[in-house]
């Protein structure tokens, strides 16, 4: 039997994309269409953030004089190497001449030594103070001036206040205090006679608050930073920058990892079980000293909220300390 006429078919036809879009609300289809855009868009502003920040790093130090006061540490390497890169024209410090040689091999075999200067090397050890005159002398005689001054050397110790000797409060204080002031008022002269210069301290953020367990460390911390915005407001005259760096902590290799403190207090200083990288804390004082910023504090959330605690409500800041000691001893005993 032939049955005229076309059949209905049951079967439709996929709609294509653009279909689907006009049948839903306008409000989704909005959505749908900026989320890629908006994608692109913030992976682009990230790269070309890369970008500039790598771009000013080498035209702001180009032909500067650039010392580093303690070249041999994880930040201090990695400064060396940016600024090396950049066209600066180094003087990396340390307390080990061979170290210091290594390091200028390295910085050699990783750069085009026709844009770049060969660094200076000084011995410096900020906890042997009758060596600072011959060093400060050594270093103004490198290049006969200097632009930029970066303190990031740094001693540690963290133990009970009772057990720890007068001795090595002292030499916290020379290698965290004298030291760097020494330092910054030998070079001062130069600076001011020339009316330019940058002093950057590279500090704990135990400049700002203490923990327990770390009294002349954080008594050294509060003591240099003191220095430093008193003399920030007397050379400003002068044409010389004054800049504080407060982090938590920089981290040095994965074992650190492993000594993260598990008390209260313990918070107030770990950004994360690595603490501050040495390329974070270099990238940060490059922007600083583009920037001329007079204070950077690089730390999570709750150490910021822990430096208005202390100011606005010292007795909950104090609180909390006191419950951190009391839950670190009690975890001893178990």
């Known amino acids: 039997m032939v049955v005229d006429g076309e059949m209905e078919s049951n079967v ?6 653009w279909d689907y879009l006009q049948e839903m609300d306008p409000v989704w289809t909005t959505t749908i269409l900026l989320v890629p855009f908006v994608v692109v868009l913030t992976a682009g502003f990230f790269y070309l953030y890369g970008v500039i920040v790598g771009l000013l790093s080498k035209t702001s130090v180009r032909n500067k004089v650039v010392v580093i006061t303690d070249a041999l540490s994880g930040l201090g390497k990695e400064c060396a190497g940016l600024f090396h890169k950049g066209g600066a024209r180094l003087i990396l410090c340390g307390k080990s001449w061979e170290k210091l040689e290594e390091l200028v091999d390295d910085l050699a075999n990783a750069s085009d030594p026709t844009v770049t200067f060969p660094p200076k090397l000084v011995l410096l050890d900020f906890g042997d103070m009758g060596s600072m005159p011959e060093a400060i002398t050594e270093i103004l005689e490198c290049y006969g001036c200097l632009d930029i001054l970066i303190f ?24 965290n205090y004298f ?3 020494t330092l910054a008022k030998g070079v001062l002269p130069s600076m001011i006679s020339r009316r330019s210069g940058h002093l950057l ?25 003191a220095f430093f915005d008193c003399l920030r407001a007397e050379v400003e005259e002068y044409g010389i920058s004054v800049s504080t760096i407060n982090h938590t902590f920089i981290s040095r290799s994965a074992s650190e990892a492993s000594e993260a403190s598990r008390s209260i207090w313990s ?6 079980p690595l603490g501050v990288s040495p390329d974070e804390a270099a990238t940060e004082i490059v922007k600083t ?15 910021k ?11 909950v800041f104090f609180a909390v300390m006191a419950a951190g000691v009391n839950n670190a001893a009690a975890a001893e005993k178990m």
């Open 289 to 303: 000293l583009n920037n001329k910023r007079k204070e950077v504090v690089i730390a999570p959330s709750l150490p």
């Open 152 to 175: 990031n050397s740094s001693m540690k110790v963290k133990a009970p206040a009772q057990s720890v000797s007068l001795e090595v409060d002292k030499l916290l204080m020379d290698n």
């Open 267 to 272: 918070l107030l200083y770990t950004k994360k």
């Open 305 to 315: 909220v822990a430096i208005y605690a202390r100011s606005f409500f010292p007795n």
């Open 201 to 225: 301290l590279v500090n704990s953020i135990q400049g700002k608050i203490a923990v327990p367990f770390r009294t002349a460390y954080a008594a050294s911390k509060h003591a240099v930073q």
């Open 179 to 181: 030291g760097p002031v």
């Open 12 to 17: 439709t036809e996929p709609e294509s994309f």
